[in-house]
Nanobody, 132 residues
Framework: VQLQAYGGGLVQAGSSLTLSCTGS??????????MGWFRQVLGKEREFVAA????????VYSDSVKGRFTISRDNAKSTMYLQMTNVQSEDTAVYYC????????????????????????WGQGTEVTVSS
């Protein structure tokens, strides 16, 4: 299973940026996997950002990004997105996408998780730097 996050870069505070995450694999069904975004600053623990159910019925956000970031997915394109608006310097981090396994699993359409330990697959990370 391969997850690939991209779209990071250097942006100014107050601007917008959209991250994308594609997923593929012989034993992975993108459209059946609850997924999420996390971020990490060097020297700190990985932090939850947002999560979404496989069918997009439900999503959850950390308090630090609620109202500014939007998680979404297009299962037909096997792609998840994180739309970031009004970015601030504290949003500077490496952003990772994560997915739950679908092998032998049929997830509820209501299931999502903000616990990094619950995810089975991780992308390589894409770096976002916000300049003030």
């Amino acid at each position: 299973v391969q997850l690939q996050a991209y779209g990071g870069g250097l942006v100014q505070a107050g601007s917008s940026l959209t991250l994308s995450c594609t997923g593929s694999g012989r034993t992975f069904t993108f459209g059946g996997s609850p997924m999420g975004w996390f971020r990490q600053v060097l020297g700190k623990e990985r932090e939850f950002v947002a999560a979404i159910t496989w069918g997009s019925a439900f999503s959850v956000y950390s308090d630090s990004v609620k109202g500014r970031f939007t998680i979404s997915r297009d299962n037909a394109k096997s792609t998840m997105y994180l739309q970031m608006t009004n970015v601030q310097s504290e949003d500077t981090a490496v952003y990772y996408c994560a997915a739950k396994t679908t092998q032998g699993k049929l997830w509820s359409g209501r299931y999502y998780t903000n616990d990094s330990r619950e995810y089975d697959y991780w992308g390589q990370g894409t770096e976002v730097t916000v300049s003030s």
